[in-house]
């Protein structure tokens, strides 16, 4: 029997998001923009050109958390679409999320000279980023460029994504020690409302950064397994 995918193609695209408000960043990592009145999923999605199979593939799986070797074969996703996804999502967090968190640390801490605590955050943060781009750098050079040779039938001898599976690491921990740092102890002073408020987004971004890494592990590589053995047996 075949399993049930809770969002279906036939579905609104804004009942999606009225749903589950999360999807609005998906849907921005797609390409795809506001403004699509009544129309389907699949609809919005051919309008915009994106593939709307990768884009059901992926919110379903936000949805179940789970990804099964049934579901490769019954979603059909396409890994040009999803790497295409991948590629934007790290532009959102190199490019976007992080810096627009970092100018609100700033401005929640009190970054004088004589606030050791403030400067420890700052400091961790800022290395934490680093880490992060090295991560999406690795990433989009050397992982995405070879899936690109990979579809076009001419990969390197030297490299395979279980090389990227086993080093593939979780990115998000990090945020939550930098959390717990500011939580435990940041000498705060007066009014919460700033701190709170980039508290706040260090948890969404720590979630998606989650999310993230697992649409990797789970959707990823194992289509990208599946396109080797093809390669393989057409040799
Ligand atoms: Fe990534
Ligand atoms: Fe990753």
New binding site residues.
Partial sequence: MKKHYKYKETDKMSDLICEDYSLLTVMSRFGLSLGFGDQSVKEVCRTQHVDHKTFLAVVNFMEDGQFQPEDLEDSEFSIEALMEYLKRAHNYFLDFNLPAIRRKLIEAIDCSAANDVALVILKFYDEYVGEVRK??NY?DRRVFTYVESLLKGTPPEDYNIAVFARR??Q?NRKLNELKNIIIKYYPQKGSNNLLNAVLFDIYNCEHDLFS??RI?DYMFVPAVLQLEKKRQNEK
């Fill in positions: 991560h999406m990433e593939h690491n990115i993230h890494c990797e």
